[in-house]
């Protein structure tokens, strides 16, 4: 298949998105089962100043979610400029590649 570098950059921006996902489900599951096992409240238990047990998860599940933003305000931006540059009646000039294989990490990163 090939792809313009664009809509690589696109495809890089969904795959961080769903390993943060990913991760931020598997944290947020955790965190609530350690929640209800001490049957704490939700807003101290989630408060990081006061539950120093969990606080570098919970800090970690909104770092996940400023990430997750991040790159979803990416893919908006990608999605404007496409109808921006349809609506024009003309698609940008981009040089074509080969797409790596999906499943392939080597193109995607955790950062």
């Not at 090939?2 to 996902?21: C, G, Q």
């Not at 955790?30 to 408060?47: H, K, N």
């Not at 400023?66 to 109808?83: C, F, I, N, Q």
């Amino acid at each position: 298949m090939k792809t313009k570098a664009r809509d690589r950059e696109l495809i890089d921006a969904m795959r961080r998105y769903f390993v943060a996902k990913a991760e931020l489900s598997a944290l947020r599951a955790a965190l609530e089962q350690a929640r209800r096992a001490t049957d704490e409240d939700i807003g101290r238990f989630y408060d990081p100043r006061t539950n120093v047990a969990h606080a570098d998860q919970i800090r970690r599940s909104h770092a996940l979610n400023a990430e997750m933003r991040l790159l979803m305000d990416r893919a908006a931006a990608w999605g404007r400029l496409e109808v921006a540059e349809l609506e024009k009646g003309h698609a940008p000039e981009e040089p074509e590649t080969a797409l790596p294989p999906t499943g392939d990490p080597a193109g995607s990163s955790n950062a």
